[in-house]
């Protein structure tokens, strides 16, 4: 079946680097949506991708939904302690129903 | 506005014992779904409701797991007969229709099967 593959696993940076992961699919998808999740909570939307070749900025977070249709990128500029969690891709499964398929998480820490 | 509000936010409950999660989703969302999220995994589709209509229950494990959203508003997700691999977080989102994609999530109810 459909999967999302996240890379990297996870990130260990200081505060004021810039980070980039992305995730890959074996399937083309139509929309790409990026969530982060904070322990103990849901998952938080952050962007949504409807065009490949697009690119769409969330302050200080722009990502952009591949050429082929089987990639999406998420870049975070200028990192701080708040952007610690785990960040997910997700995209629909496919046909005409609306239910997401999510990938395997970036974890992202954060040293001040 | 308010988002999605989900209750409890744990439950314990012994093996065999009957569950009931509450999901109360953005005013004017007609859809709604139930993901699973096992621990370090992301969530997992159970089940899909547009107003009180079940369209999609393909991800729900066995049928032990039941789901209900009988005025189009709250939902409920009841497992019966739990089993210690029911242990999990249980995530409910909703979505205005025309970007059903879309998706705001709740806070989850952690359950834990002993």
């Known amino acids: 079946g459909q999967q999302l593959n996240q890379s990297p696993q996870s990130m260990f940076i200081q505060e004021g680097e810039d980070v980039s992961m992305n995730c890959t699919s074996s399937?083309?998808?139509?929309?790409w949506l990026w969530y982060k999740q904070d322990p103990g909570e849901g998952p938080v939307l952050l962007i949504a991708?409807?065009?490949?070749?697009e690119l769409t900025s969330n302050g200080r977070l722009t990502a952009q939904f591949g050429i082929t249709r089987k990639d999406s990128f998420l870049n975070i500029s200028a990192s701080i302690p708040s952007d610690v969690g785990i960040y997910f891709c997700?995209?629909?499964?496919?046909?005409?129903?609306?239910?997401?398929?999510f990938g395997t998480g970036t974890l992202l820490a954060v040293q001040p | 506005g308010a988002g999605v509000s989900q209750s409890p936010r744990y439950k314990v409950a012994k093996r065999g014992q009957d569950v009931a999660l509450r999901c109360d989703p953005i005013?004017?969302?007609?859809?709604l779904f139930w993901y699973q999220q096992a621990l370090g995994q992301g969530p997992e589709f159970l089940t899909y409701f547009q107003n009180e209509a079940q369209l999609d229950k393909s991800g729900l494990p066995s049928d032990r797991f039941f789901a209900e959203r009988p005025e189009g508003s709250v939902s409920t997700l009841k497992i019966q007969r739990t089993q210690q691999e029911d242990s999990a977080v249980y995530l409910c989102?909703?979505?205005?229709?025309?970007?059903?994609?879309?998706?705001?999530f709740g806070p989850g109810t952690r359950l834990t099967v002993t």
């Open positions: 989102a909703s979505s205005l229709r025309g970007r059903s994609y879309e998706q705001y």
């Open positions: 991708l409807y065009k490949a070749g």
């Open positions: 005013s004017g969302h007609v859809s």
């Open positions: 399937s083309i998808f139509n929309t």
């Open positions: 997700a995209g629909p499964r496919g046909g005409a129903t609306n239910k997401l398929i």
